[in-house]
């Protein structure tokens, strides 16, 4: 058992900022926990490193003080620089410095550049690494060193994505290719991935070329390849599902269309012949002249592919198609490429890597790092090569590659490509050079490529490579539509033109109220059937609540003991469309009238996930809708900030306990989309858990938690003591670990509960009615030739006595009978009242243990919770520095007289979390709530619940999600039905699908738990 502290003195040490001596310089040590560690080991990042070579890194700072605010930070053990460095290390960093300074120069245009170090925390060092801040200076500020302490730390603002990203991939762009590899490009939103892919269709469309996607679920790997592909038909509006559950996808130019047009009007392009040949630029009167230079011949077939699903089976792959030809003549799209068979990356022989950064939760744009494709996923050596990280399979990390590995003698075919390009129109960037730096340099292997992105990397460091392309039809949708902006879009050659030409599937009510930008204009539908509900809600966008209706399926599920997925999807199937249509009618809204459809595409019960996923999909196609794809969990969390139903909605950044029957996970909220796991479950979840003690327990509702804590609820005061438990986690790697494990806890309560029952002589419980149905259908079957039913009576051993009681034929005489009759009337009535204190002793007994269990759980979420907490105030105290400053500490003793809450505003961390979020089924929970409240309370924060009825699974929470991204301009495009009438192929769901990056902290043991939650 663990030694617990008094709440009071924990409560006293979580909101005292007790300060101690300022520690000299001369004694601050090294210490390897700190949170430059943790970007370093972090995978997922949303704002990935700027670098990270052999003895240092860098990244940007999360609180910068002016835009550009860098960190170089030494990997070498020393915390100051009055440690002693190896002269290598000392020379590395310098040059290192003087790389970085320039390049923030570079990217940021300031007027100056200041390099700061403090050593020791009297000098303002908070993390225990030696590092260098590099905070650039512009003119319109003083160049005096009062602007670093002119901020106080609770008015610098948190670094975001959407600000960060561009500047990153314009600083790694910036530096040299030693340090950030290739070319970097950062995508704010699907229109500008979906821009990406024109230019690289325009420039890699060489037959044999492989461009190899990586990055995690939901990353926009097929965004790309998305806009690769319609730039490669030419057809913007092109349907192109995911090829997830297809394997391979295939398509072709069709090129019949050109034959009918007489004057090339539509900008005709053969096979064979480059994109960039028969450009009509709008305004600019004719193509320009043909280059008179050979180009590539360009490829007949593009093939989508994603062996993701197939698992340990990815070498089927390598008969779906013959690779051979594909890689020799053809271009391969390939996602998921570490997982191909490696007999088939083996054959690719040129190609860009794509690495694509953050997660399918994730609202922050992409940045997206593209490398020669080189021998990257071709199976390696039997001896390994030298350096691991090097091999390129971290994804996640691609700027970490050796630099030394990449081709560097560019210099001297730099002047033989030149020579061969045609005069440009000023100010006018074509996507001829790039083809014509392909066609000098050779394409045989990597080395064109190399030119390519070495051609980018001079020419876009801060931009989407502009690409053009003759949309079929463009010009005389133009011509039969003047004036409209779909048209003139379709038209149109800039990587801006995207939205705009999609738009035309929302309809004109949805855009308009889009376009407004006033939310309170916004009617969304949110749709949610991940497990057994079926449920639809209505939500304005400043969030009035306009319906919400839930069909359950309580009942349903009962006869089986538990949630059946196939029975699960046949009840949502059933109830999808009147629970839709009643949420509609309540609202008063027709389907038309809506902006959007918001749906929970995962994690969940992938059969039940599809048909939410489907219907809203068709909702959306039918009435020209913008499509939300809404992430299970992040709605749980974003039901705490819909302001018509919470008193006190969630302020970010929080930390979020998800208490649920599928998930158990501690995460920092820091935004929508923008989520870290601090801690997740080794195997069962805390509701999970709750259900299976409750059907152990003899209750056959489902879910069986809350008639579990109502059973609790009748316990005896000690009931802990009677039955003790052992609190989990208590030894071993996750010891100090935010993470979770009831699975040992669930065992200890079902085997007490189990020995209670054969102890009292009670019997085994009975099957689900419909498993016992079939046992007994297959029992019968097996004693049919056994004999009768009166014969196995008899063969059971039991006597007259017995068999008279079951109503079976007892010969003797008259009188007997009514001996035995008496007899047997006093034998029950003694057997019942035997039976009747058994039962009452045993509902005693599981009320003590399930009140055992309940206060054990609760205190195991309160210890993993606590921790939690800590570990992001260690984090904002090295960030920010420490709430309570020397100066201060004097203060807080004589301030006795403020109130407990002034004391707690006064000492609140900079940086650290403004409030606990519990969501889920089980905060529903009093128990959990209760004690999760005090561990808030410990820390001066404010613990935020969803009303009750709101904790299970709804269809408002999931609106109100949708509401959140759509403010953030994050949605789809409604989908064109196929041939067939259907949007089936547009169907994706995600039934394990991360919320976000895990926290290395709680990755000491890398088994099931890390592979359960990122895959």
Not at 727 to 742: E, I, V
Not at 852 to 859: C, D, I
Request: aromatic letters at 4%; charged letters at 20%.
């Amino acid at each position: 058992m663990e030694a617990i502290e008094p709440p009071t003195k924990r409560r006293k040490m979580a909101q005292t900022g007790v300060s101690a001596a300022v520690p000299p310089v001369t004694s601050y040590r090294y210490n390897e926990k700190n949170v430059f560690s943790l970007l370093l080991q972090s995978d997922g990042l949303e704002i990935p490193l700027v670098y990270d070579s052999q003895y240092t890194f860098a990244a940007l700072d999360k609180y910068p003080i002016v835009r550009g605010h860098a960190l170089l930070i030494v990997k070498y053990p020393a915390a100051t620089l009055l440690d002693s460095l190896p002269p290598m290390v000392a020379q590395a960093t310098m040059e290192d410095l003087q790389a970085l300074v320039r390049a923030v120069q570079c990217a940021t245009g300031c007027a100056g550049i200041r390099v700061m170090q403090a050593s020791g925390p009297a000098a303002g060092q908070s993390v225990p690494q030696l590092h260098f801040h590099v905070i650039p200076v512009y003119l319109h500020e003083s160049s005096s060193t009062a602007l670093v302490t002119s901020i106080p730390p609770p008015q610098r603002s948190q670094l975001l994505a959407a600000d960060a990203g561009p500047l990153l991939a314009h600083i790694r762009n910036m530096l040299p290719k030693s340090y950030a590899p290739g070319y970097h490009v950062w995508a704010s939103n699907e229109s500008d991935m979906e821009a990406l892919g024109w230019a690289l269709q325009q420039s890699c469309s060489i037959p044999g070329t492989v461009l190899a996607l990586s990055g995690h679920l939901g990353a926009g790997k097929s965004t790309i390849s998305r806009g690769f592909v319609r730039a490669f038909v030419r057809d913007s509006l092109l349907e192109v599902p995911s090829p997830t559950f297809l394997l391979c996808l295939s398509y072709q130019d069709d090129t019949a269309y050109e034959d009918k047009v007489v004057d090339g009007g539509g900008g005709g392009e053969g096979v064979g012949r480059s994109a960039a040949d028969d450009e009509v630029v709008p305004g600019k009167g004719a193509a320009p002249p043909k280059v008179a230079v050979a180009l590539p011949e360009r490829a007949r077939c593009v093939h989508h592919m994603d062996p993701y699903r197939l698992g340990q089976k990815c070498d089927k792959m390598a008969g779906l198609i013959d690779f051979e030809t594909a890689f020799r003549r053809e271009v391969c799209l390939i996602e998921w490429p570490d997982k191909m068979p490696g007999s088939v990356m083996a054959m690719a022989e040129r190609g860009l890597a794509v690495d694509v950064s953050g997660m399918g939760a994730q609202a922050s744009g992409r940045l997206i790092t593209m490398t020669p494709l080189g021998d990257r996923f071709k199976p390696r050596p039997d001896k390994g090569r030298k350096g691991g990280k090097g091999g390129g399979r971290d994804n996640s990390k691609p700027a970490a590659t050796d630099p030394k590995q990449q081709p560097q003698p560019q210099e001297q075919q730099q002047q033989p490509e030149l020579a061969t390009q045609p005069a440009e129109t000023p100010g006018k960037s074509t996507g001829e050079p790039t083809a014509q730096i392909l066609e000098g340099a050779g394409v045989d292997d990597d080395f064109g490529y190399a030119q390519l992105l070495l051609h980018w990397r001079q020419q876009y460091p801060a931009a989407i490579p502009p690409a053009e392309v003759s949309w079929r039809g463009a010009v005389e949708a133009a011509e039969a539509n003047p004036g409209d902006a779909g048209a003139d879009a379709l038209a149109g050659h800039c990587s801006g033109t995207v939205a705009t030409a999609a738009a035309r599937n929302i309809n004109a009510a949805a855009a308009a109220a889009l376009e407004t930008g006033d939310p309170s204009q916004w009617l969304v539908l949110g749709i949610e059937s991940s497990c057994d509900d079926t449920a639809a809600a209505v939500v304005r966008g400043d969030g009035t609540v306009l319906s919400h209706q839930i069909a359950s399926q309580t009942g349903l599920h009962e006869q089986y003991g538990g949630v059946k997925p196939d029975v699960a999807r046949q009840a949502h199937a059933s109830a999808i469309q009147s629970t839709v249509d009643s949420a509609l009618q309540q609202a008063g809204v027709e389907p038309g009238a809506l902006t959007a459809v918001a749906v929970t595409s995962g994690p969940g019960l992938a059969l039940c996930l599809q048909v939410g996923v489907q219907y809203g999909l068709s909702l959306a196609a039918q009435h020209g809708l913008p499509y939300i794809p809404v992430h299970h969990m992040e709605a749980h969390a974003m039901m705490t900030r819909l302001p018509s139903v919470n008193t006190t909605p969630m302020l970010f950044p929080s930390l979020l306990l998800l208490v649920s029957g599928g998930h158990n996970m501690l995460v920092l909220c820091e935004g929508v989309g923008r989520h870290r796991i601090i801690g997740t479950t080794l195997d069962d979840s805390v509701g999970e858990c709750f259900d299976k003690i409750a059907r152990v327990a003899g209750i056959t509702a489902v879910p069986g938690g809350p008639h579990l804590e109502r059973l609790a609820a009748a316990a005896r005061p000690d009931a802990h003591v009677r039955y003790p438990l052992t609190m989990p986690l208590s030894n071993g790697a996750q010891k100090d670990s935010c993470n979770f494990s009831f699975s040992g806890l669930k065992t200890q309560v079902m085997t007490l509960i189990s020995q209670k029952r054969k102890e009292l002589g009670l019997p085994d419980l009975p099957l689900p009615p419909a498993l016992a149905a079939v046992a007994g259908t297959a029992g019968g079957s097996a004693g049919a030739g056994a004999g009768g039913a009166g014969d196995v009576a008899m063969d059971t051993g039991k006597g007259p006595l017995e068999a008279g009681a079951k109503g079976g034929d007892v010969e003797g005489p008259a009188e007997d009978g009514l001996v035995d009759e008496a007899a047997g009337s006093a034998l029950r009535a003694e057997a019942a009242a035997r039976q009747a204190a058994s039962e009452a002793e045993f509902s005693a007994a599981v009320a003590d243990i399930s009140a055992s269990f309940q206060r054990t759980a609760v205190r195991f979420l309160q210890q993993r919770t606590r921790r939690a907490l800590e570990w992001l105030r260690e984090d904002a105290a090295q960030q920010l520095g420490s709430a309570t400053t020397p100066a201060e500490s004097g203060d807080v003793g004589e301030r006795k007289d403020l109130g407990t809450g002034s004391r707690q505003e006064r000492r609140q961390q900079p940086g650290f979390v403004r409030s606990l979020v519990v969501a889920g089924g089980v905060a529903a929970n009093m128990a959990v709530r209760a004690g999760l409240s005090d561990v808030a309370e410990e820390f001066g924060l404010p613990c935020v619940y969803p009303p009750v009825r709101y904790c299970t699974d709804n269809g408002l929470m999931v609106a109100w999600t949708g509401v959140e991204r759509l403010k953030m301009g994050l949605y789809q495009q409604p989908p064109r039905r196929g041939a067939d009438g259907t949007i089936d192929a547009h169907v994706q769901v995600i039934p394990r699908w991360p919320i976000g990056p895990m926290d290395p902290r709680s990755t000491a043991n890398k088994g099931r738990a890390h592979i359960k939650i990122l895959h």
